[in-house]
């Protein structure tokens, strides 16, 4: 079975920097594409950024590129994201994610295609 293991949440003042892992375990991590979806208060969960498998490739939603960086290390069976400049805006539940199926030249940022999901994780922005 999949388990997805999210950590490194927290309070953060606006332009601080908070670094995510969410660790894989119950299959082969490094086959799968990985990705981070945040949800906040009263809104629809959304897609925050996505690595394929090898990690050569990356998408980013428009709000968080050039601030976030996800990267994965296959040896640990673990994902980061590192936020950096963070904005009150960003403030949300963050979940990793991972697709049930395995994707060659793919990568998806539909949720509807993720089907492992974290626990979440809690990240604080203040003003």
């Known amino acids: 079975q999949v388990q997805l293991v999210e950590s490194g949440g927290g309070l953060v003042q606006a332009g601080g920097s908070l670094r995510l892992s969410c660790t894989a375990s119950?299959?082969?991590?490094?086959?799968?594409?990985m990705a981070w979806f945040r949800q906040a208060p009263g809104k629809e969960r959304e897609f925050v950024t996505a690595?394929?498998?090898?990690?050569?490739?990356?998408y980013y939603a428009d709000s968080v590129k050039g601030r976030f960086t996800i990267s994965r290390d296959n040896a640990k069976n673990t994902v980061y994201l590192q936020m950096n400049s963070l904005k009150p805006e960003d403030a949300a539940v963050y979940y990793c994610?991972?697709?049930?199926?395995?994707?060659?030249?793919?990568?998806?940022?539909?949720?509807?295609?993720?089907?492992?999901w974290g626990q979440g994780t809690q990240v604080t922005v203040s003003s």
């Open positions: 119950g299959r082969t991590f490094s086959m799968y594409a």
């Open positions: 994610a991972t697709p049930r199926a395995y994707y060659a030249n793919y990568l998806p940022r539909d949720q509807n295609e993720y089907t492992y």
């Open positions: 690595i394929s498998r090898s990690g050569r490739t990356t």
